[in-house]
C-alpha cells in the first residue's frame, strides 16, 4: 500500500548510510524546486518504526530538507514522501532482511516472495 508522509514528520532507519554526498544534495536541490519525483520508498515495519529497503540517498536529502526547515532556512515548503510500506512480520526480518548485505536481485527475491507489488517498484528503479 503506497501512502503519503509529509517530511517533517517522516523518520525510518535507512538501510545504509548516504554514500555520496554530492548525489544527495543534487536530491535536496530537485526536491525543493520540482517535488519528489520518483518511486515511492519502500519500508518494512519494526516494532512502532519504520527501516528502508531502498532510497538511502532520497531519504538523506529528506532529512537535510529537515534540518534545513528546523534551522529556518526554508520557507513554505509542502513535500509530501511516498512511502510503500509492507509488513515486517510478512517479510521474516530476522532471518531475510536484518543485516542483508546482497544485491538488488537478492533483495528481489525476497520480494518476489512476500510483496510482488514491492518487488516491482525496486524493479523499475533498477530500470
Do not use: C
Not at 77 to 104: C, N, Q, R, S
Request: aromatic share 6%.
Amino acid at each position: 500500500m503506497i501512502k503519503t508522509i509529509p517530511f517533517d514528520v517522516f523518520s525510518a532507519e535507512p538501510i545504509h548510510p548516504v554514500r555520496d554526498i554530492a548525489k544527495r544534495d543534487n536530491l535536496v536541490e530537485s526536491m525543493l524546486v520540482n517535488g519528489w519525483n520518483g518511486p515511492p520508498l519502500l519500508v518494512y515495519t519494526l516494532g512502532n518504526g519504520w527501516v528502508l529497503l531502498n532510497g538511502s540517498h532520497r531519504y538523506g536529502a529528506i532529512i537535510e530538507i529537515q534540518r534545513r526547515n528546523e534551522r529556518g532556512e526554508i520557507d513554505d515548503i509542502d513535500l509530501e514522501i511516498p512511502i510503500y510500506v509492507i509488513d515486517g512480520d510478512a517479510l521474516e526480518v530476522d532471518e531475510d532482511w536484518i543485516g542483508h548485505t546482497g544485491d538488488d536481485e537478492e533483495r528481489l527475491a525476497i520480494l518476489d516472495r512476500v510483496d510482488p507489488e514491492a518487488a516491482e517498484i525496486l524493479r523499475q528503479e533498477m530500470d
